[in-house]
């Protein structure tokens, strides 16, 4: 893999020693053992409910519950209804906005892929040997590291899993990547992720765990209001997909990035996007959002919403400062906004954040404990 920048070869010994050196596929290969025998017509409520114990697909189901709301029951229903060859019909658990979405997201994306893999069995199998063939897990960490404002012993434990919405996932030590969700949502360009791809992807949720132990500690020496502790986990979310994406994902090349099919659709959006970052900083610093409300101006930055507004902030300011500015901001997000703004001035660009709100995101959590 070609970086554009470089860390020290005993850096990348220390890091890469803890690295896991295989990927575990249990969960993969028994949802695509699963989804063969429901091809031949056999419905297995027994297997079903075996599958949904395994760590991968709890995992799955964790991943639809952090801005959504789903449960271990909705996900089984879909499940049933994809063996049957029938797209589910599934009802929020609750009134609520993150219900909604969670239930969307499985009858749009969980359902549907789980129907194309019921008839697509074998390219299935195929994919998990390729995958767990060529993957190159040694790479993971140090790319991850590389990529942080301070050093952070990382560990994780890596997975491919399959039946989820996200095509990649971190929850505290563990990573995975759907092959279905790839597989079925590059179906039309037959285009699925290539190895250097798939050790990016784990590379960048990797980042995600060290990220967030960096983040974590800079947020205990603060002492945040309500309205700020939104602000704060708004503009947090902004920077872990932000950075993740433009110095893993694209290797700190916007050109790189814009090339890429996962995100176009969103890079388009940015003007709309900018513009409703700033809205949603705004109504959380004023404090008249409940945590129900704040649900629903973020949807905007579902799918790759957060990662192409965080890319291109950090994006401008690579161009003035470099990378090293852009870890500088990483170390305090606070800084995002007061400093893109005096980057985006220099670069001429369109947009840029009301100082008002620049200065209070700046000041955030000023009073220490």
């Given at each position: 893999m070609k970086n554009r920048w470089l860390i020290s070869s005993a850096l990348l010994l220390s890091v890469a020693s803890s690295a896991q050196?295989?990927?575990d596929s249990t969960q993969a290969v028994a949802m695509q053992k699963l989804l063969e025998r429901c091809h031949a017509g056999e419905v297995l409520s027994a297997a079903i409910d075996e599958?949904?114990?395994?760590q991968g697909t709890q995992l799955i189901i964790a991943q639809q519950n952090i801005?959504?709301?789903?449960?271990?029951?909705?996900?089984r229903d879909v499940l049933i209804s994809a063996c049957k060859g029938e797209a589910a019909d599934i009802k929020p658990s609750d009134p609520g906005a993150r219900a909604l979405k969670g239930a969307e997201g499985l009858m749009r994306d969980v359902g549907p892929s789980l129907l194309w893999g019921r008839e697509h069995v074998g390219a299935l199998k195929q994919r998990i040997a390729y995958a767990s063939a060529n993957v190159n897990t040694t790479q993971v960490v140090p790319l991850a590291v590389q990529n942080l404002p301070e050093k952070i012993e990382l560990s994780p434990k890596l997975y491919f899993v399959m039946g989820g919405r996200a095509g990649a996932a971190a929850f505290e030590n563990a990573i995975y990547i759907d092959l279905l969700a790839d597989a079925w949502r590059s179906r039309a360009r037959s285009s699925a992720m290539s190895p250097e791809e798939m050790t990016e992807f784990f590379a960048h949720e990797t980042h995600h765990i060290g990220?967030?132990?960096i983040l974590?500690?800079?947020k205990k020496e603060l002492r945040l209001s309500s309205g700020e502790e939104q602000a704060w986990s708004f503009l947090t979310a902004i920077m872990m997909e932000g950075s993740a994406t433009l110095l893993i994902n694209a290797h700190g090349s916007w050109a790189h990035l814009a090339k890429q099919d996962h995100i176009k659709a969103d890079i388009a959006r940015l003007p709309k996007l900018l513009a409703a970052s700033q809205?949603?900083?705004q109504e959380a610093l004023?404090?008249?959002?409940?945590?129900e409300k704040y649900q629903t101006p973020i949807s905007e930055f579902l799918r790759e919403g957060y990662h192409a507004t965080g890319a291109w902030l950090l994006h401008v300011i690579e161009q003035v400062q470099g990378k090293s500015g852009v870890l500088r901001v990483m170390d305090d997000p606070r800084k995002l906004l007061s400093v893109y703004n005096n980057c985006a001035t220099e670069t001429n660009e369109t947009f840029r954040f009301e100082s008002a709100i620049a200065n209070a995101v700046e000041h955030m959590g000023r009073g220490k404990h």
């Open positions: 050196t295989a990927v599958l949904i114990r395994l801005s959504r709301r789903i449960t271990a029951d909705q996900y990220y967030g132990e974590e500690k800079r809205r949603v900083l004023s404090g008249r959002m409940d945590d």
